[in-house]
């Protein structure tokens, strides 16, 4: 024990054995003082500590002073340490400033995007919703014989749900469509919403005016009071406390306006007015009556600790027993549930996190990169350091000191990167992209912020801690003593190539994932939507109020508007319809073939239904398979007809004629008259399903939309088809005015998004390691300078010392392509399911890349081998 005691005492002080050694001595000295006076030398000991006092209490607290002075002496020297070593930090970097800017411009760029990114994902995926209890909050979904999910559910199920789970302490409802206001402004189309009694306070939501709903205001011709969105409270209204109390026409009714939400308020559906659902005869868990028009979006909270298992449980169970008691309605289906977070979210969780992943594929390319340029710079500094470590400065001490510097850089690195993040993400919140979610809470917070500061700062180790040790290792020494830069480096050498090689192969990952989904974004285009986009183009109308109180109203004015606008110059063709291409199935309605045995169990007896008029499908350009289209005799008072499409004939009529069956759709029974070509109705990835068409004269709705086709652009047409609308009935608004060609490319957003910056990180990336390889081929060639130089003095031609640097580096860059083509074979499988017409293994994109790195290798590495090509083998000598 002593001999550990002395050993420990080599390395600084020992407080303990201090304490213990000075007390011991003035114990002696009292002990010796009372012999000197006649005690014995026992009794002199218990006399001496009996007028000591407390001794180890006395021991201990002199022990805990000398421990705490201790620690503030080391902290204390630490910090001045610190304070030293960045100092000095500062100054090494001011003396090398393109050194400096290179390595903080390049850890920026790396760190920005990253940080850019993660604010996507912070706010998309990781921030709370904003709702009360927002983890516990479910859809509740209708869950179909296949297996589909449909997030609608009908009056009567909603009540049932809402009366009999018994996991949900509280469920809502609400559905939404667009009305026509009148009397502010111009007439114009607004979202409206209707909510069930309890559906704010489900949420949380708060007014900012004014009050929310009364449970009474549910009940039948009560419900005409409304609740405006802050948002649309501020630009239309100007943030007048006055409309409180104020009258709005609203779809051609007077509703009185009750309160304003607060600010931030953003319910799953977000409106622009609030009203209350109408609870009528089918708001009832006992009907029968109306379970089979699924309209309301559900919204369930669980109780506390109830997870997701046990509500889908508790819902196939109800759902069973509706079964039992609505077998005619409710016989094959039952319910299901999701996170309502997984809802809002929906399929961007996947690509997020994909190019999350590519933008730390980025970062370490940067770090790669700065760590060359660190190790290319320790040579050029080793004299230095072993002068520093001849004066007695230790390993771990010149350590330090570089890793302060690489701290430095990183953190520097990062309040640039930041800055580009608030830009980047500015910027992509302005662009809307992609109809990403929850893009209102994407921005710079401190989330954000204490994310960037700790990847700089590991970053900064991370890339500093190779080159610290490379620099300190065993050759340090010898550096001194031979006196030249760079002296004993074939190790660093070798660790630059490794470097570079990494950076090769991260950059291999990138171009791949790349290059296979632009090739997948190329293969979408091809995609034969079914229609013929270009001049066309369409736009909605509602007919709304007293005067379209019956169909037969709302049709006449439909026809009227038809022919007034087929009537103006330049339009070759009109129609309607209440489904466009691209924009989603329509209506969902129950369907049998007339004397077909029943669908097997796992297959819905269910088909998307569209109203058009005649005429529609000449204008979208779909093409008329078989049988004949609908004409101006298939009306209300005329036989009840229909159209469908080939995915449908395919599914329903394999191997047969549909033409002339009969079918149940909804209430009727319906002859096929003809077969159309598929439309697709999702998008280009997506095939299209069964859809059915009837005539708009048979099925009317007060919401149309009518396309236009043209002989120029149907935009220029825009001002003259409002004036006929006007002329027609000056309070109906015209909305949505889109070209058709928008449509197709709204509906590659998501891919051309994410494929532009899976590029844009593969090609800085690229740049990097170009830049890497640069870099290292100009380093070894001033390190091999003077065997250039012989070789060139001994017959070597210019073109053969330009192969052999080309070659060196063609020969990193075929290692780098190796290993970043099996990465990127493997980590492919979390790009499949993004993937469209293109596999893994696709020769053009592996070709490509192959390609490409080979000519960015050759291109980076062409300068420093003409600058070897070029030396004068005489002054090359003569300066040794």
Same mark, same amino acid.
């Given at each position: 024990? /002593?001999?550990?005691?002395?050993? $420990? ?41 009996? $007028? ?16 705490? $002075? ?11 340490? +610190? ?7 500062? !100054?090494?970097?001011?003396? =090398? ?36 209890? /927002?983890? !516990? ?9 296949? #297996? ?93 406390? @006055? ?8 779809? @051609? ?18 409106? &622009? ?64 549930? /999701? ?56 390993? #771990? ?16 690195? @990062? ?37 960037? *500061? ?21 050759? +340090?020494?010898?550096? %001194? ?28 990952? %990138?171009?791949?994932? /790349? ?12 995609? &034969? ?6 001049? *066309? ?29 087929? *009537? ?41 239904? =569209? ?31 229909? %159209?469908?499409?080939?995915?449908? *004939?395919? !599914? ?32 280009? @990835? ?76 593969? #090609? ?24 250039? #130089? ?44 993004? %993937? ?5 293994? &696709? ?38």
């Amino acid at each position: 024990m /002593a001999r550990w005691e002395r050993f $420990r005492r080599l390395f600084g002080p020992d407080p303990r054995s201090d304490v213990d050694e000075e007390l011991s001595f003035h114990l002696e000295m009292r002990i010796r003082e009372l012999v000197e006076r006649g005690e014995t030398p026992e009794r002199a000991r218990e006399l001496a500590l009996r $007028r000591f006092g407390d001794f180890e209490g006395s021991r201990a607290e002199c022990v805990a002073i000398d421990e705490r $002075r201790r620690r503030r002496m080391l902290r204390a020297e630490h910090v001045a340490e +610190l304070r030293q070593d960045i100092r000095y930090a500062l !100054r090494m970097l001011r003396r =090398a400033p393109g050194f400096a800017t290179v390595a903080v411009a390049t850890l920026a760029l790396g760190i920005g995007a990253n940080s850019a990114i993660f604010s996507v994902v912070n706010g998309v995926l990781v921030k709370s919703l904003p709702f009360r209890d /927002a983890e !516990r909050l479910y859809e509740v979904r209708m869950l179909y014989p296949d #297996g589909t999910e449909y997030s609608g559910l009908s009056a009567p199920d909603f009540m049932s749900v809402r009366e009999e789970s018994r996991t949900f302490e509280q469920v809502e409802a609400y559905t939404g469509g667009v009305v026509t206001l009148l009397g502010v402004g111009e007439p114009k189309q607004v979202l409206g919403i209707r909510v069930s009694d309890g559906f704010f306070d489900l949420l949380g939501l708060r007014t900012a005016l004014g009050r929310g709903f009364l449970p009474e205001e549910n009940e039948p011709g009560r419900n005409r009071v409304v609740v405006l969105d802050y948002g649309f409270w501020q630009r239309e209204f100007g943030g007048d406390a @006055g409309v409180i109390g104020r009258t709005l026409s609203l779809g @051609g009714e007077p509703y009185t306006v009750v309160g304003v939400l607060e600010r931030g308020a953003r319910p799953p559906e977000q409106g &622009d007015v609030y009203a209350p659902l109408e609870y009528d005869e089918t708001f009832s868990a006992a009907t029968a009556q109306g379970r089979r028009s699924e309209y309301l979006g559900v919204l369930g909270r669980a109780g506390q600790g109830v997870d997701a298992a046990r509500v889908r449980a508790d819902l196939e169970r109800l759902g069973s027993l509706l079964q039992e008691r609505f077998p005619d309605t409710n016989g094959r289906l039952t319910f299901t549930a /999701a996170p309502l977070r997984d809802v809002i979210v929906g399929d961007v969780r996947k690509p997020l996190f994909v190019l999350l992943g590519a933008v730390g594929f980025v970062l370490l390319v940067s770090c790669a990169n700065v760590a060359n340029l660190l190790l290319a710079r320790a040579s050029t500094r080793q004299a230095e350091l072993a002068v520093r470590a001849g004066l007695g400065a230790g390993r #771990g001490r010149l350590v330090r000191q570089l890793l302060v510097e690489s701290a430095i850089l990183g953190l520097l690195g @990062g309040a640039v990167g930041l800055l580009l993040a608030y830009w980047g993400t500015r910027a992509l919140v302005a662009a809307q992209p992609a109809d990403i979610p929850r893009l209102n809470e994407v921005g710079i917070d401190g989330t954000v912020v204490l994310f960037t *500061a700790g990847i700089a700062l590991l970053t900064g180790l991370a890339f500093g801690v190779v080159p610290a040790l490379q620099a300190t290792g065993t050759r +340090l020494m010898s550096a %001194l003593r031979r006196g030249g830069p760079g002296a004993g480096d074939g190790g660093g050498q070798r660790m630059r190539s490794g470097l570079v090689v990494a950076e090769m192969a991260l950059a291999v990952v %990138l171009l791949t994932g /790349a290059g296979l989904l632009i090739r997948s974004f190329v293969e979408l285009t091809r995609v &034969d939507t079914g229609f013929q986009p270009e001049r *066309a183009a369409a736009f909605r109308v509602t007919f709304q109020g007293a005067a379209y109180e019956s169909g037969d109203l709302v049709r006449n004015r439909v026809d009227e508007l038809l022919e007034r606008i087929g *009537a103006l110059p330049g339009v070759t063709s009109v129609g309607a319809t209440t489904a466009l291409p691209l924009t989603g199935l329509g209506t969902i309605w129950n369907f049998a073939v007339e004397g077909a045995p029943p669908p097997p169990p796992n297959v819905n007896a269910e088909i998307a239904v =569209a109203r058009v008029t005649p005429g529609y499908f000449r204008t979208i350009g779909a093409p008329l398979v078989r049988g004949r289209d609908f004409t101006a005799a298939d009306r209300s008072d005329a036989a009840p007809v229909a %159209l469908i499409n080939e995915a449908a *004939a395919r !599914r329903w009529f394999p191997g047969e004629d549909p033409i002339g069956r009969r079918v149940t759709v909804g209430p009727d029974v319906r002859e096929i008259v003809g077969v159309v070509g598929d439309v697709l109705q999702r998008s280009p @990835g997506e095939a299209a399903v069964p859809q059915l068409f009837i005539p708009y004269a048979q099925r009317t709705t007060s919401s149309v939309r009518i396309v236009v086709r043209t002989a120029g652009d149907p935009l220029a047409l825009a001002p003259a088809i409002r004036a006929e609308v006007r002329a027609l009935d000056p309070d109906v608004p015209v909305t949505d005015f889109t070209p058709l060609e928008q449509l197709v490319s709204a509906s590659l957003a998501r891919p051309r998004f994410y494929t532009a910056l899976l590029s844009l990180f593969a #090609g800085a990336a690229l740049a990097l390691a170009a830049t890497g390889i640069f870099g290292v081929m100009s380093y070894s060639v001033a390190q091999r300078r003077r065997e250039i #130089g012989i070789r060139i003095a001994l017959g070597a031609r210019a073109p053969d010392v330009l192969r052999m640097v080309v070659a060196r580096a063609m020969a990193l860059a075929a290692v780098g392509l190796a290993l970043g083509i099996s990465a990127a074979l493997a980590l492919g499988r979390v790009l499949r399911s993004q %993937l469209f017409g293109v596999g893994l293994l &696709d020769p053009l994109t592996l070709g490509a890349v192959v390609l490409v790195l080979g000519a960015s290798a050759a291109a980076a590495s062409y300068l420093p081998a003409r600058r070897a090509a070029a030396l004068d083998p005489a002054r090359t000598l003569r300066e040794g």
